[in-house]
């Protein structure tokens, strides 16, 4: 994944994605599925979008100064599903999807048929999952992520509405009704590489093969494409969504209170992982030593790892935690420890976790080295607020935490 930052650019790469040559210049994929150009779960009317909770499949305003329509001529000669949600403007260029054997997987669309049939009348358990029907489910994960995120965290319906009034209060909720942004949260979901690779190059520049995350004038994007799942043999839809899962809620911490990602990386990171692993922990994009099989490769089994780092006192400490500044910064295995301690802050006292969110996104303006300082004295303060506790006391309430609760299997 990747963030821009405080104006600079700066890439986070997932593990095992490799930056190769000019992707952006590929020519299209011609071999692509075509789909209806109405949905047919809806029909396009007014009553049953109302009862999915879709304002509209388009055309609509996408980010900065393109709009979705600028996004399809972009993409020309492939077929994209697009729908607005309350939070979300979704662009989906994925082919029908085969649901394989994996019981987990099965049991998840299971479930997520079932949801979908409330709102949607028309939607049939089925085995082959058509373009818009696999829309419509990213559509309803990412919803239920933002309710699940707002709730846990106690943001209140419409805290974020008024926030002119609300600003002018002291409480700085930054510049839009959407988690502090002007405009939605967009996801592009692209079935190839050379169509992510086509907008990413056209819309910032910038190249990449796997997944990109990108902080516009008026919101945060979020795009990966299903191509490199396969390839890295990822290939199931449920290791798309557990990335997916992980990439939007470093988008909802970045432009919280519209900080400019001022959240501290091991938070961000962790949490990234934590709302992965409730997934799916088998397909967590750090598994610490490049994972390719989850079946094959018990490495996704992060709870007796963390509890052997503990034990052999290997664990890098809270106070060196404090100081990363990006990806370059963590180790594969410190992704582990920083999911751990996450993990900790999640149950430990849930009703504090308001107040946790709000200390660690002060909005930071500083640039460069004052930055990075002025990120570390935003976690020292909330650590005397929150906690009363130094980092090494931190460190050892964890560690007590992570003896009594993690299994050695």
């Keep these: ?23 952006a210049h590929a020519r299209q994929d011609t071999s692509i599925e075509k789909f209806e150009a109405v949905d047919p779960y809806t029909k396009g009317q007014r009553e ?26 972009t993409l020309d000669g492939t077929p994209i599903v697009f729908i607005e949600t309350a939070h979300f403007r979704l ?11 994996d019981q987990v997987e099965k049991d998840l669309f299971e479930a997520e048929f079932a949801a979908l049939r409330k709102k949607l009348p028309r939607v049939k358990p089925v085995t082959k999952v058509d373009p818009w029907l696999r829309a419509h489910l990213y559509a309803q994960r990412l919803e239920a992520e933002y309710a699940d995120f707002c709730q846990r965290f106690g943001i209140a319906d419409g805290e974020f509405a008024d926030v002119a009034t609300r600003n002018a209060q002291g409480a700085a909720l930054g510049m839009g009704p959407y988690l502090g942004q002007k405009e939605k949260f967009t996801v592009l979901l692209a079935q190839s590489r050379s169509a992510f690779s086509r907008y990413l190059h056209t819309y910032t520049g910038l190249e990449h093969p796997f997944s990109y ?26 290791a798309l969504y557990t990335s997916v899962a992980g990439a939007v809620v470093q988008n909802f911490l970045a432009g919280f209170r519209d900080s400019n990602g001022a959240v501290p990386e091991w938070f961000s990171y962790g949490l990234a992982h934590w709302y992965g692993r409730r997934i799916d922990a088998r397909w967590n994009e750090w598994n610490a030593g490049g994972a390719t ?8 089994m ?3 790892r963390v509890l052997g780092l503990v034990k052999n006192d290997a664990s890098v400490s809270w106070e060196q935690m404090m100081h990363w500044t990006g990806l370059a910064d963590i180790k594969p295995r410190e992704h582990m420890i920083a999911w751990s301690r996450v993990d900790w802050l999640m149950q430990r006292k849930p009703e504090s976790l308001h107040e946790i969110l709000f200390a660690l996104t002060e909005p930071v ?16 303060r909330a650590q ?12 050892d309430a964890w560690r007590a935490w992570v003896l009594k609760t993690y299994s050695k299997k």
Excluded at 92 to 99: H, Q
Excluded at 293 to 300: I, R, Y
Excluded at 384 to 395: F, G, I, Y
């Design 1 to 23: 994944m990747f963030c821009i930052r405080g104006g600079r650019r700066r890439a986070l790469v997932t593990l095992f994605a490799l930056c190769v040559s000019s992707f």
């Design 48 to 73: 049953l979008m109302d009862r999915a909770g879709y304002v509209s499949f388009g055309p609509f305003h996408w980010a900065a100064e393109h709009s979705s329509e600028d996004l399809r001529k």
């Design 91 to 101: 662009a989906s260029t994925l082919a029908s999807y085969k649901i394989s054997e």
């Design 213 to 238: 995350r990108f902080k516009f004038s008026d919101g945060y994007f979020y795009g990966t494409n299903f191509e490199a799942f396969k390839e890295s043999n990822r290939g199931l839809d449920i």
């Design 293 to 300: 099989n989850a079946d094959e490769d018990k490495q996704w």
């Design 302 to 304: 992060w709870e007796p």
């Design 365 to 380: 303006a500083a640039q460069g080295a004052d930055r990075e300082h002025a990120r570390l004295e935003m976690q020292t």
């Design 384 to 395: 005397q607020k929150l906690w009363n506790m130094s980092p090494a006391a931190l460190d």
